[in-house]
């Protein structure tokens, strides 16, 4: 079992920036890869970020390329979200996740394995 808590989270202007975090504790968080999704209220989870377990391969929704960074320190067992140029649109819960398979990168929620609890993102106009 892994147990993942998110922070970071809060409200920020339109064009500000945010990080988040995600501590894991209870297994090897080195041999997995972790993602970041975020849920609107009455919509899918939608993927935004994800990278291998050795930090060396990410993927973005297309949404946030350009804007958002994920890395990890596998020391530290966290994985972050660095959000910039922040939008309304950004607007949602966001949780962190972990896969199993080190190598992944697809996009769907039902790939992973553990969940946090979900941080709240509000971004104002």
């Known amino acids: 079992q892994m147990q993942l808590v998110e922070s970071g989270g809060g409200l920020v202007q339109a064009g500000g920036s945010l990080r988040l975090s995600c501590a894991a504790s209870g297994r090897a968080f080195s041999s997995y890869r972790m993602g970041w999704f975020r849920q609107v209220p009455g919509r899918e989870r939608e993927f935004v970020a994800t990278i291998t377990w050795s930090g060396g391969t990410t993927r973005y929704a297309d949404s946030v390329k350009g804007r958002f960074t994920i890395s990890r320190d596998n020391a530290k067992n966290t994985v972050y979200l660095q959000m910039n140029s922040l939008k309304r649109e950004d607007t949602a819960v966001y949780y962190c996740?972990?896969?199993?398979?080190?190598?992944?990168?697809?996009?769907?929620?039902?790939?992973?394995?553990?969940w946090g609890q979900g941080t709240q993102v509000t971004v104002s106009s």
């Open positions: 996740a972990a896969d199993r398979e080190m190598y992944g990168l697809g996009t769907s929620a039902t790939l992973f394995d553990y």
